[in-house]
């Protein structure tokens, strides 16, 4: 391995940290620890000379000396002594403003942030780009992941088709145990609140917020347009019963919650979504358990690629952070900046009512002739055709579970609203898509 000289190595880099939460922390003993093998081997020598906490009164356990540390994170931005700037704040106020500043005096930035970048981000890179420097956010999707380097640089002469991932590892967590222990929602997820797996107030992550705002990232960088969390429709994993997941398990599929952006050639736009679905059991993603994160990217050339490991966790996204605040500092030295992705230019985002799947559909009925027959019609009527149909329990017990074939959403929408009102269907009891067996 080569490793740099004492005459390869240019001037110090000055990093200054905006937060030092978790994540912050780790960063900056890894810099700081970890300074001379960095240098040796990346050829950059890193230092940390200033952080910016909320609360200076709070003891930490950090490898620098006290004066490091301000509670005024602009003057930390402002500082003449700091040439790069680590945001590891959260949320985007003060946040985005603060990295705006820092773009605007020609700092880089390296954030984990991704609340800012799925709701800012697209701007804050074309400032970045007017700038000429970098902004690097590694971090802000997957943890220790790395899935943006390789979409912005290595896949960079793709033509990706199609992003879908488990990029939220708290309701991958939640959705494993109630597979593989048959074990119900509320049990599960007050086990992962006790083990630290969820927040005391779970929303984010439960109700699919975080995964749509990685989703929008994945989106933006894979198709180079613009896509908001704000454009992303979102279902969470509540409504999830471990009775359809035993059932899907029957049937060989495996219940994930999924981030999913594709590009529609016809209607030249994006259809970036997050959705509880159905894949089958072969599938790379369908083995990826407990609280573990994975993209899986499908190129034109490069064929299908899965990117796998911790989605979270001080050490892994730490990793990420100092292997941006490594490339920054040497392209800042090298007077360069890294890639920043436009691929091409779409006519914007797709209506997910006009996108295509199929679906898993439980329906609970009264057990007596005909009652299947006026389920297919009101199914058939609206377009919407039936692969295959299971018939579970009998009597005050009698449940349909239905497959259909590809169909549009809206179709299905309103072909189960339809069902849904027959004398002989007492519940529509879930609704959910499958990723077709062609797709694993």
């Known amino acids: 391995m080569t490793t740099a000289s004492a005459d390869d190595v240019g001037p110090t880099v000055r990093v200054g940290f905006l937060g030092c939460g978790t994540v912050g922390a780790e960063s900056v003993r890894i810099l700081t620890q970890r300074r001379e093998a960095i240098t040796r081997y990346s050829g950059v020598d890193v230092e940390v000379v200033r952080i910016a906490v909320r609360d200076l009164g709070v003891e930490r356990d950090l490898p620098v000396p006290d004066t490091v540390l301000t509670d005024d994170p602009a003057a930390v931005v402002a500082a003449d002594d700091i040439d790069l700037v680590v945001e590891v704040m959260g949320g985007t106020d003060p946040a985005g403003s603060l990295v705006a500043a820092a773009l605007d005096l020609s700092k880089p930035v390296v954030t984990a942030n991704k609340t800012l970048m799925a709701a800012d981000g697209p701007a804050l890179l074309d400032k970045a780009r007017a700038a000429n420097v970098d902004l690097l956010y590694e971090a802000s999707v997957g943890g220790g992941i790395p899935i943006i380097r390789p979409l912005t640089e290595t896949l960079a002469g793709e033509y990706v088709r199609r992003v879908m991932g488990i990029v939220n590892g708290t309701t991958n967590y939640i959705l494993t145990r109630m597979d593989e222990e048959g074990a119900g929602f509320d049990a599960v997820l007050a086990d992962a609140q006790a083990l630290g797996?969820?927040?005391?107030?779970?929303?984010?992550?439960?109700?699919?917020?975080?995964?749509?705002?990685?989703?929008?990232?994945?989106?933006?960088?894979?198709?180079?347009?613009?896509?908001?969390?704000?454009?992303?429709?979102?279902?969470?994993?509540?409504?999830?019963?471990?009775?359809?997941?035993?059932?899907?398990?029957?049937?060989?599929?495996?219940?994930?919650?999924?981030?999913?952006?594709?590009?529609?050639?016809?209607?030249?736009?994006?259809?970036?979504?997050?959705?509880?679905?159905?894949?089958?059991?072969?599938?790379?993603?369908?083995?990826?358990?407990?609280?573990?994160?994975?993209?899986?990217?499908?190129?034109?050339?490069?064929?299908?690629?899965?990117?796998?490991?911790?989605?979270?966790?001080?050490?892994?996204?730490?990793?990420?952070?100092?292997?941006?605040?490594?490339?920054?500092?040497?392209?800042?030295?090298?007077?360069?900046?890294?890639?920043h992705v436009s691929r091409r230019a779409l006519h914007g985002i797709k209506d997910g009512a006009d996108a295509t799947s199929q679906y898993y559909v439980r329906l609970e009925v009264e057990d007596r002739p005909g009652v299947l027959a006026e389920i297919a019609?009101?199914?058939?009527?609206?377009?919407?055709?039936?692969?295959?149909?299971?018939?579970?329990?009998?009597?005050?017990?009698?449940?349909?579970?239905?497959?259909?074939?590809?169909?549009?959403?809206a179709d299905v929408d309103a072909a189960v609203a339809v069902a849904g009102g027959l004398d002989g269907v007492e519940n529509v009891a879930a609704v959910m898509r499958v990723v077709a067996d062609e797709d694993a």
């Open 197 to 339: 797996y969820a927040e005391a107030e779970p929303s984010a992550d439960v109700d699919g917020h975080d995964a749509a705002q990685k989703a929008a990232i994945l989106a933006t960088l894979a198709f180079g347009t613009r896509v908001h969390d704000t454009d992303v429709p979102t279902e969470g994993i509540r409504g999830i019963d471990a009775h359809d997941l035993g059932l899907g398990r029957r049937l060989g599929y495996v219940v994930k919650l999924l981030a999913v952006a594709e590009y529609d050639e016809a209607a030249d736009a994006v259809l970036a979504r997050v959705f509880p679905a159905m894949i089958p059991d072969s599938h790379p993603l369908a083995n990826v358990r407990l609280s573990y994160n994975a993209v899986f990217v499908e190129g034109e050339s490069a064929g299908r690629m899965m990117f796998y490991g911790h989605g979270a966790g001080a050490g892994p996204t730490a990793m990420a952070v100092v292997g941006d605040v490594v490339d920054a500092a040497r392209n800042l030295r090298q007077g360069a900046r890294g890639p």
């Open 377 to 409: 019609r009101a199914f058939g009527d609206h377009g919407v055709s039936l692969k295959s149909v299971l018939q579970e329990g009998r009597e005050a017990d009698a449940e349909l579970v239905m497959i259909t074939h590809a169909s549009r959403e």
